[in-house]
């Protein structure tokens, strides 16, 4: 294919974990078009991801929760501003991997000679596209994995056999502020570290905060570790309610950017968390992730890699402490073998 745009819009909305998933597609799109220039527009929880893959030149931060929630006036105003900055631009290449109405809108006002859209039916405006041949519909969105649907977009742009696990590396900044904080915490003395993420994104999808603390103190008794608990802005509240009910040894980590929770993960042994943007940062620096669901959630999401567990039940609540801690102990085993191999 002689196709070679040198200014490339991506527009990539999803949520956190959305954005992380989508790092494989973005890697691709980088190798396929080494000399361009990519700019990811991308919502304020995945700009950061995007600026530590190393994948885009540039992001372009839109809160597309204010535009959709704010006072309405107010967000015809923002969504002007925005269609200008883009065509300011002069993008000749747009990719929309998320692809609702509005991004592809965004990427039709764009001015872009060229627009490859995701195929969405009932979700997207993929008319607006003009790039042939066109990405295949997208189906059977429960069960055919996020990180496919997105390298599906690409298929028109012959890029074939992508790698499909995303990765991230961490900075060596975040790393020496991660390990400041753990020496302040007393974290640093060699046991091994095992996460917990006690927060979600609604009540349902969260394993009670009582169970948490349960699986911690069984872990730190019988296993030897040292415990983490990860705490982001939507889980400020359980700060007091973590220090009452853990046990005094745990380390607290909240109010940290998304390059220092990924430089905190990936010195992990374990992350154990409910479904959330978080566990998909950790699998992606490389740390074993015990994932906690119920049995709505679709399979579409899961982290990649045998090195994970995954736990259902159809209430989430229904998962035992003994389950979740006989799963950590499992992975923890698992890396102590890899490691005494590597040695």
Do not use: C
Not at 28 to 42: K, L, N, S, Y
């Amino acid at each position: 294919m002689s196709f070679d745009p040198r200014n490339i819009l991506i527009i990539d909305f999803g949520q956190l974990g959305d954005v992380v998933l989508s790092l494989p597609a973005l890697r691709a799109i980088r190798r396929r078009f080494p000399r361009a220039r990519i700019t990811v527009a991308v919502g304020k929880p995945g700009a950061e991801v995007i600026a530590l893959s190393g994948y885009a030149d540039e992001t372009f931060v839109v809160d597309r929760v204010a535009l959709r929630d704010g006072f309405k006036p107010l967000s015809i105003v923002r969504v002007f501003k925005i269609v200008q900055d883009v065509r300011r631009k002069k993008f000749d290449f747009v990719i929309d991997l998320h692809s609702l109405s509005e991004t592809n809108l965004l990427g039709f006002l764009s001015g872009a000679p060229k627009r490859l859209y995701s195929r969405r039916p009932g979700r997207s405006l993929d008319y607006l596209a003009n790039f042939q041949p066109r990405p295949p519909i997208e189906t059977d969105h429960r069960k055919r994995h996020l990180i496919d649907r997105y390298l599906d977009v690409l298929i028109p742009l012959e890029i074939e056999k992508a790698e499909r696990v995303p990765t991230l590396k961490t900075t060596p900044h975040d790393d020496a502020a991660i390990a400041r904080k753990l020496n302040k915490a007393k974290a640093d003395a060699g046991a091994p570290l095992v996460g917990l993420f006690p927060g979600a994104g609604h009540p349902s999808r969260r394993w009670p905060l009582e169970q948490f603390a349960s699986l911690a103190d069984f872990l730190i008794r019988n296993d030897q570790v040292k415990v983490v608990v990860f705490l982001g802005p939507e889980e400020h509240a359980f700060v007091k309610d973590v220090r009452q009910q853990f046990p005094p040894s745990v380390v607290i980590l909240d109010q940290l950017t998304i390059p220092q929770l990924a430089a905190a993960q990936a010195r992990l042994a374990a992350f154990v968390s409910n479904d959330t943007g978080p566990m998909h940062i950790a699998s992606a620096v490389g740390t074993p992730v015990v994932l906690l669901l119920d049995k709505r959630a679709p399979e579409s999401y899961l982290p990649q890699g045998d090195r994970h567990r995954v736990i259902y039940s159809s209430v989430i609540g229904d998962i035992t402490v003994d389950e979740v801690y006989e799963a950590t102990r499992s992975v923890l085993a698992s890396e102590r073998t890899a490691n005494l191999f590597a040695s």
